[in-house]
């Protein structure tokens, strides 16, 4: 089955390096990933490949426990994690650097959906929600890192 992609770019007010502490805080996560919670890292390592974590995520009023396994630890440029739960897949995040202390991202998610074809049909029909929801999880994230960079982020 043919994963289903979703692409969001953000330009974000603040260094690399701080983009990269953020999005690597995992049990932080839910403060700009809105339609997760509960995150909790279930590998020894916090740090490079091989990190494990799990969180609840609520898209369209369906809820599941997804787990993700770093794939890609690449500081501070990109960051490509698998996704092992109901559905499978995977996300890249991409950062440069950007004149003035700004932080370019680009995101992609491409996800696997579960149930074969029934479930290829009920994916995409959730695209454009998913699309909305990694949009405003960009410009939450923007709120984020650009309070970080006043030191207002602990």
Excluded: C
């Excluded at 969180?55 to 500081?75: E, H, M, Y």
């Excluded at 149930?115 to 709120?143: K, Q, S």
């Amino acid at each position: 089955m043919k994963p289903i992609a979703v692409d969001v770019e953000a330009e974000l007010d603040g260094p690399i390096d701080l983009v990269w502490a953020i999005l690597t805080d995992w049990e932080r996560q839910g403060e700009w990933m809105l339609e997760a919670s509960d995150f909790v890292v279930v590998s020894p390592n916090r740090e490079g490949v091989g990190v494990e974590a799990e969180a609840t995520v609520t898209i369209g009023g369906i809820s599941t426990r997804d787990r993700v396994r770093v794939d890609v630890w690449d500081p501070p440029s990109h960051l490509g994690i698998e996704h092992l739960g109901w559905v499978g897949g995977r996300g890249d995040l991409r950062m440069s650097q950007l004149p003035g202390g700004r932080t370019k991202l680009e995101w992609r998610e491409e996800l696997r959906p579960p149930l074969g074809p029934l479930g290829a049909i009920g994916l995409r029909l959730f695209r454009p929600l998913m699309r909305r929801v990694f949009e405003r999880d960009a410009r939450v994230l923007a709120e984020v890192v650009r309070r970080a960079a006043e030191g207002r982020y602990p």
